[in-house]
């Protein structure tokens, strides 16, 4: 690849070390990368998720909607039971199952929630209606997986895997780039990811550093977050980092 205005860092929000996943995506486009963690993500209310593991057997699917619930229930449950369906969000959360062991029987073409709720839809057979849904999530998830699912006729039980919380970020450091204006993009993996880099910065400032630095997103319900202030972002191909990386080096090729 060539180098692409290598003198402005694209910044990454999604909880990763300096050498995490998409950043090492994002050099291997020829970019320079700052990590700004926006979030962390931790242990969830381990009580509620085991109690509802530990009646798996009862269920006939199972949702996941990103890499860290998979992790929380595999780490608790290596093989799943023989009757157990499995959904994932997209393609990434459903690799992390496959590598694993897990079958996956239902992935959207389209990485999101309603995604996934057409993907059911469209194959949802009248006997299923009825069918016990455990949905592992995030303690910030929002509605739409479940609510769909129930219109569906599903009966779901959600519990929380993990939690996503902000991070202590270094404001000082970050205002002091927006003030020199040397930034190429801010790459945002979930909505978390720009409610709290908007809560850590103050949202004049964060508008300042989107106006400087375009914001790509690694899907619609990320971009929607970034709607409701008024912002647009780049989003894309695909819900994964390697589309994230990929459609930010494009985008930073058209500014060079």
């Not at 006939?60 to 860290?68: D, K, L, M, P, T």
Request: glycine share 8%; aromatic share 6%.
């Amino acid at each position: 690849m060539s180098s692409v205005t290598a003198s402005r860092p694209v910044v990454v929000t999604r909880p990763e070390a300096s050498d995490g996943p998409l950043s090492r995506e994002l050099r291997s486009f020829g970019l320079e990368v700052l990590s700004w963690p926006a979030v962390s993500v931790t242990a969830g209310d381990a009580g509620a998720l085991e109690a509802a593991l530990a009646q798996l057997d009862g269920f006939q699917w199972i949702v996941f909607a990103s890499r860290h619930a998979v992790a929380a229930v595999l780490d608790r449950i290596p093989t799943p039971p023989a009757q157990l369906k499995v959904a994932a969000v997209g393609r990434a959360t459903a690799l992390t199952l496959t590598q694993r062991g897990w079958p996956v029987h239902v992935t959207p073409a389209e990485a999101s929630a309603a995604g996934l709720i057409g993907a059911f839809a469209a194959q949802w057979r009248a006997g299923e209606q009825g069918a016990r849904v455990l949905y592992p999530a995030s303690s910030r998830a929002l509605p739409t997986i479940p609510a769909g699912l129930r219109q569906l006729g599903a009966s779901v039980t959600q519990v929380e895997a993990y939690r996503t919380e902000g991070a202590a970020l270094d404001v000082r450091e970050c205002r002091a780039w927006i003030e020199r204006g040397g930034l190429g993009a801010v790459t945002f993996a979930s909505p978390s990811a720009v409610t709290e880099l908007a809560r850590a910065l103050g949202e004049r400032d964060f508008a300042r550093l989107l106006e400087q630095a375009p914001p790509v997103v690694i899907g619609r319900t990320t971009a929607r977050e970034l709607a409701a202030r008024g912002l647009s972002a780049t989003v894309a191909e695909s819900a994964t980092l390697h589309d994230l990386a990929l459609t930010t080096y494009r985008l930073m090729q058209t500014k060079a």
